[in-house]
């Protein structure tokens, strides 16, 4: 059962790295709600287990967005152009808090 939980956990992952053409993680972690049978205890350890793989994974594909996209497939004007986005949405704080705290409650598709 662990090496099984380790494997859905590293698949979280990776479908996190490599979202495109990749399920939702809802949908694979519902997969696997419905097919293994967990106690409510180790399937709420490893509903924060794949959280933190889900994020970690996140975490890791904007790194390299940031660092590979923006470097080295990028013009001058283009990283000049989403500066001055950036700038403009840095001075509206109140605002941007106010919208992504409308789209995480909305029943907007995510993905």
Known sequence: ???VSVSILF???IINI???FMPPTWMLLSFVGFTL???NYSLAIFSVFAAVAAVSGRAILALF???IIRNKF???RTKENI???KINIEKRKVFLTGFFLLFAFSPFPSG
Request: hydrophobic share 55%.
């Open 37 to 39: 049978h967990f106690s």
């Open 65 to 67: 967005s940031d660092r």
């Open 74 to 76: 990028l013009s001058k």
């Open 18 to 20: 490599i979202p495109a």
């Open 11 to 13: 698949l979280i992952f």
């Open 83 to 85: 500066d001055i986005i």
């Open 1 to 3: 059962m662990i090496l």
